[in-house]
């Protein structure tokens, strides 16, 4: 069955930066894109980003642009997020999540990992 | 960029009411619309795809519609497991922005 499964909470100081890693499995890891999402606390869902995991294209929100960066790594099917100058309203679960249909370029998130809550306080 | 909007941004109503929640785009997106649901504490589930095709697994009350800028999520009879937060999403180009979603509960 499909898995995706991401790493521990994280507590960072502003300025820093904080990368969060979500381990897939039970599928062909570079035959579907994966997108983030964040969710502060009591607030809505906002897209960060999709990377399409066969030729590593990238889109991300233009309000993160220069702070965010997503990779994967093929040989372990984990797929990764980066955000630098953490600043308090960054404060946030993040979610991976996996596009539904087979090399579709167009993100139906069908599976979404557990969530990492990365709390940005001085 | 394409702005999403919801609304109502909150319903009360009663178990087996049928409710309609609406998502319009600023601009035309044709179906690429999707509608998750996300309970309270946990991780949101696509309920609904290319605007009116229904995920698998999710119940049959709950239908979609709408294309271009105007979309629609129903739930035909609604049930006490419905209380959630629905929001929609667009995905025909990047960003793949969400609406700023509907919150569900029981009167």
């Known amino acids: 069955q499909v898995q995706l499964v991401q790493s521990g909470a994280e507590v960072k100081t502003p300025g820093a930066s904080v990368k969060v890693s979500c381990k897939t499995s039970g599928y062909i890891f570079t035959s579907y894109g994966i997108s983030w999402v964040r969710q502060a606390p009591g607030q809505g869902l906002e897209w960060m980003g999709w990377?399409?995991?066969?030729?590593?294209?990238?889109n991300y929100a233009q309000k993160l642009q220069g702070r965010v960066t997503m990779t994967t790594d093929t040989s372990t099917s984990t797929a990764y997020l980066e955000l630098r100058t953490l600043r308090s309203d960054d404060t946030a679960v993040y979610y991976c999540?996996?596009?539904?249909?087979?090399?579709?370029?167009?993100?139906?998130?069908?599976?979404w990992g557990q969530g990492t809550l990365v709390t940005v306080s001085s | 960029d394409i702005e999403m909007t919801q609304s109502p941004s909150s319903l009360s109503a009663s178990v087996g009411d049928r409710v309609t929640i609406s998502c319009r785009a600023s601009q035309g997106i044709s179906n690429f619309l999707a509608w998750y649901q996300q309970k309270p504490g946990k991780v949101p589930k696509l309920l609904m795809y290319a605007a009116s095709t229904l995920q698998s697994g999710v119940p049959s009350r709950f239908s979609g519609s709408g294309s271009g800028t105007d979309f629609t999520l129903t739930i035909s009879s609604l049930q006490p497991e419905d209380v959630a937060t629905y929001y929609c999403?667009?995905?025909?180009?990047?960003?793949?922005?969400f609406g700023p979603g509907t919150k569900v509960d029981i009167k």
């Open positions: 999540a996996r596009d539904l249909r087979y090399n579709w370029k167009f993100p139906e998130l069908a599976y």
């Open positions: 990377i399409s995991v066969d030729n590593g294209k990238t």
């Open positions: 999403q667009k995905y025909n180009s990047a960003p793949f922005t």
